[in-house]
């Protein structure tokens, strides 16, 4: 695919990935986060009616939209559930975001790179659409700070960590400060301009 150098951001729960994406943005770096394109798919009324039939009524809030913490309860409890959303919603955001590329490509100025934060790269097959692959790790009691929920709870599907370092093309300990990361994000851009 031309345009954009591609770049995916994964690494465990509360890791930084959102903050190494945003050090992307501040970089000239063009940014999408997966969590805002399942935010605008969870939108669509056709998706909204096929959760709605799966889960039932109670995950629909009182403003008619589908309530993501009411989701995230049927999910985590059950991971025969978790398995039928990631596999109704991973192919419409694969979509999405290639369509964005592609809309990035067709730009009078087209940015040299796009990134995008992808929680589940490795294990939803979803590196074959990047050029580079940047892990953020963290250990796991600076990551449980981070976190809104237990861990242990929502990891136990991802690939350890070990392994996505090993398979990235950059990976950064991110236990330090933002300027930190930010000097990171720096040098990844200057090591894809040459």
Not at 26 to 55: C, K, M
Not at 159 to 175: C, G, H, I, M, Q
Request: charged share 25%.
């Amino acid at each position: 695919m031309s345009g954009p150098i591609a770049v995916a951001i994964t690494g465990g729960i509360g890791a930084g990935k959102s903050e190494a994406l945003m050090a992307f943005g501040r970089h000239g770096a063009a940014t999408v986060s997966s969590d805002e394109i399942v935010h605008e798919l969870l939108r669509r009324d056709d998706l909204r009616e096929t959760i709605r039939q799966r889960f039932g009524n109670g995950v629909i809030g009182p403003d008619g939209q589908l309530d993501r913490g009411a989701i995230g309860t049927v999910v985590f409890n059950d991971r025969e559930q978790l398995d039928w959303l990631e596999a109704a919603l991973h192919p419409l955001v694969s979509a999405e975001y290639l369509a964005w590329r592609v809309r990035l490509g067709q730009l009078r100025h087209p940015p040299h790179v796009c990134v995008t934060e992808v929680p589940l790269l490795y294990e939803s097959g979803s590196e074959r659409y990047f050029d580079k692959v940047v892990v953020i790790t963290a250990p796991l009691e600076v990551r449980s700070a981070r976190a809104d929920r237990t861990i242990s709870e929502r990891e136990w599907r991802l690939l350890p960590e070990a392994e996505k370092v090993e398979r990235a093309d950059f990976s950064y300990v991110n236990t330090a400060s933002l300027t930190e990361l930010d000097a990171f994000v720096a040098s990844v851009l200057a090591a894809l301009d040459t």
